[in-house]
């Protein structure tokens, strides 16, 4: 399973960095996301990153500000979050899957999700 974790409460401005943990399976080989959610809405595409690392992709209200990355070793990947603001406050989840897309579709697994609360 997948479990998300890092989220909490935090001013605009600030970072977090959020980290996804894989148990009972790899991240390896895999294409790896983040999504988010705000209630009543559709997940929406945060970024992903492919395999090996060496391809990113970023939604536009998060480009250069947020940076995902791999750790293979320690079966995590990570969602570095940085210059918060109040919209971005959502539940934040990964997913893994094989394809490289941004689609909330397709994907062979899910994470719990963790909160983050930015406050202005």
């Known amino acids: 399973q997948l479990q998300a974790s890092g989220g909490g409460l935090v001013q605009a401005g600030d970072s977090l960095r959020l980290s996804c943990a894989a148990s009972?399976?790899?991240?390896?080989?895999?294409?790896m996301a983040w999504f988010r959610q705000a209630p009543g809405k559709e997940r929406e595409f945060v970024a992903n990153?492919?395999?090996?690392?060496?391809?990113?992709n970023y939604a536009d209200s998060v480009k250069g500000r947020f940076t995902i990355s791999r750790n293979d070793a320690k079966n995590t990947v990570y969602l570095q979050m940085n210059s918060l603001k109040p919209e971005d406050t959502v539940v934040y989840y990964c997913a893994q899957g094989r394809a490289i897309t941004t689609s909330r579709h397709g994907w062979d697994y899910w994470g719990k999700g963790t909160l983050v609360t930015v406050s202005s």
């Open positions: 009972g399976r790899t991240v390896s080989r895999y294409t």
């Open positions: 990153i492919n395999w090996n690392g060496d391809s990113t």
